[in-house]
T-cell receptor, first 117, second 112 residues
Framework: SAVISQKPSRDICQRGTSLTIQCQVD?????MFWYRQQPGQSLTLIAT?????????ESGFVIDKFPISRPNLTFSTLTVSNMSPEDSSIYLC??????????????FGQGTRLTVV | DQQVKQNSPSLSVQEGRISILNCDYT??????FLWYKKYPAEGPTFLIS?????DKNEDGRFTVFLNKSAKHLSLHIVPSQPGDSAVYFC???????????FGRGTQLTVWP
């Protein structure tokens, strides 16, 4: 298994401001992802955080709004820029970890509950 | 387009009985399926998985069944316990290092 530390765990922000969420994994991982979970919805992938190159964004998400950094194999940040109330959501980072049985599993941080007022 | 669907947003079961959570998918390229459990204010935690080469995987009280022809999987919890009350997400992926596609989750409530 792996420990993924995400912070802040929650925040209340003013519209028009930006928030950076940090994700730290206790081991080196190849793949890291950022998801969003809006109320009553599934976890929606925002982007794949690639180490040493730009993140790969899913349809409907753009770099200007959700810039992502991945400076090394254990750390990533997601910034929610120029926030509006529609950005109120839970943001989750995830990492793919090789298990002892030769397969992989996805582990998650505890999430950041963002409220934009 | 939702590639993984959980059509029941909630399920209520008495303690000791079986809980059955269902999940359907549309993408035939998915070859690995997972169930995650999520408590409030926590991230999802991995529960159990199944490869497409199998039709059943069991881990203690939890069993996942896969019906590839129907593109359907289910999670059975026997016996259900109050501590099982949580949101359960079904997820699928198409490659070992690939992203997951999630359903919307089913809120399971196990009452004494």
């Amino acid at each position: 298994s792996a420990v993924i530390s995400q912070k802040p765990s929650r925040d209340i922000c003013q519209r028009g401001t930006s928030l950076t969420i940090q994700c730290q994994v206790d081991s080196q991982v190849t793949m890291m992802f950022w998801y969003r979970q809006q109320p009553g919805q599934s976890l929606t992938l925002i982007a794949t955080a690639n180490q040493g190159s730009e993140a790969t964004y899913e349809s409907g998400f753009v770099i200007d709004k959700f810039p992502i950094s991945r400076p090394n194999l254990t750390f990533s940040t997601l910034t929610v820029s120029n926030m509006s109330p529609e950005d109120s959501s839970i943001y989750l980072c995830s990492a793919i970890i090789w298990t002892g049985t030769g397969g992989t599993e996805a582990f998650f941080g505890q999430g950041t509950r963002l409220t934009v007022v | 387009d939702q590639q993984v669907k959980q059509n029941s947003p909630s399920l209520s079961v008495q303690e000791g009985r079986i809980s059955i959570l269902n999940c359907d998918y549309t993408n035939s390229m998915f070859d690995y399926f997972l169930w995650y459990k999520k408590y409030p204010a926590e991230g999802p935690t991995f529960l159990i998985s199944i490869s497409s080469i199998k039709d059943k995987n069991e881990d203690g009280r939890f069993t996942v069944f896969l019906n590839k022809s129907a593109k359907h999987l289910s999670l059975h919890i026997v016996p259900s316990q109050p501590g099982d009350s949580a949101v359960y997400f079904c997820a699928a992926r198409g490659s070992t290092l690939g992203r997951l596609y999630f359903g919307r989750g089913t809120q399971l409530t196990v009452w004494p």
